[in-house]
C-alpha cells in the first residue's frame, strides 16, 4: 500500500497568517495515464470530508481562492494563505493512484 | 446537484453482517462519470478507504477488508449498498459513501455518514 504521511499533524495558527501542510507519499502518485491522483480534503468538526482540492493544484467548485495545492512525484503540499476561522478543521492528502486508496492521517487546524 | 444518503442499522452484533444502503438522489446512479465508494472512519481517527463499484457492477475492495466486504449496485432504486461480514468491534466507525468523479479524479460528494457501533 502507499504510506501518505502528512506533517505537521497539528497546526496552530494565527487568524489572517498563513498555514502550510506538508504530504509525502512512499511512491511515486503519477499514474500511467499521465495523471497524479492527490487531492486535498477538509473535515470540519462533527462534518464529513469535503474537497478542497484534486489532481495536485486543481481547486474544487466554491472552494476559496485562499487554498492552494502544489507538487509532484511524492512530495505535495496545501497551503492557506490567509486562514479565517471557518478554516478551523482536520485536513487530509489523499491517493488515488494505486490500489488500495489511502489517506493522510490528518493535520488538525486550529486557532492560536 | 447530487446527494448522497446512507441508512442502515447502527447497531450490529458482533460476527454479524453489517449492511448499509447510499441512496443517490438529484443524479442517476447509472452515469457513466462516476464509481461510487464507501469509506470509514473511526471515532477521533482517519479514513479508510473501504472499496469502490461502478455502475456496470465492477468493484474494486482494499485489500484489507476484501475477505469481508461486498458492495452492490440497484440501479432501480438509484441506490449501491455495503455488506460487512463477520464484524467485531474495531468495524464501529462513521460510514460514509461518496463519489468519485471521474473527470477530476476526486470524491466529491460525500454522504453526512452514518455511525456504526458493533457491539452485543
Known amino acids: 500500500d502507499i504510506v501518505m504521511t502528512q506533517t505537521p499533524l497539528s497546526s496552530p495558527v494565527t487568524l489572517g497568517q498563513p498555514a502550510s501542510i506538508s504530504c509525502r507519499s512512499s511512491?511515486?502518485?503519477?499514474?500511467?495515464?499521465?495523471?497524479?491522483?492527490l487531492s486535498w480534503l477538509q473535515q470540519r468538526p462533527g462534518q464529513p470530508p469535503r474537497l478542497l482540492i484534486y489532481?495536485?493544484?486543481n481547486r474544487f467548485s466554491g472552494v476559496p481562492d485562499r487554498f492552494s495545492g502544489s507538487g509532484a512525484g511524492t512530495d505535495f503540499t496545501l497551503k492557506i494563505s490567509r486562514v479565517e476561522a471557518e478554516d478551523v478543521g482536520v485536513y487530509y492528502c489523499?491517493?488515488?493512484?494505486?490500489?488500495?486508496?489511502?489517506f493522510g492521517q490528518g493535520t488538525k487546524v486550529e486557532i492560536k | 446537484q447530487v446527494q448522497l444518503q446512507e441508512s442502515g442499522p447502527g447497531l450490529v452484533k458482533p460476527s454479524q453482517t453489517l449492511s448499509l444502503t447510499c441512496t443517490v438522489s438529484g443524479g442517476s446512479i447509472s452515469s457513466g462519470s462516476y464509481y461510487w465508494s464507501w469509506i470509514r472512519q473511526p471515532a477521533g481517527k482517519g479514513l479508510e478507504w473501504i472499496g469502490r463499484?461502478?455502475?456496470?457492477?465492477?468493484?474494486n475492495y482494499n485489500p484489507s477488508l476484501k475477505s469481508r466486504v461486498t458492495i452492490s449496485v440497484d440501479t432501480s432504486k438509484n441506490q449501491f449498498s455495503l455488506k460487512l461480514s463477520s464484524v467485531t468491534a474495531a468495524d464501529t466507525a462513521v460510514y460514509y459513501c461518496a463519489s468519485w468523479f471521474r473527470r477530476d479524479g476526486a470524491f466529491d460528494i460525500w454522504g453526512q455518514g452514518t455511525m456504526v457501533t458493533v457491539s452485543s
Open positions: 489532481k495536485i493544484s
Open positions: 489523499m491517493q488515488a493512484t494505486q490500489f488500495p486508496w489511502t
Open positions: 511512491q511515486s502518485l503519477v499514474h500511467s495515464d499521465g495523471n497524479t491522483y
Open positions: 463499484i461502478y455502475t456496470s457492477g465492477s468493484t
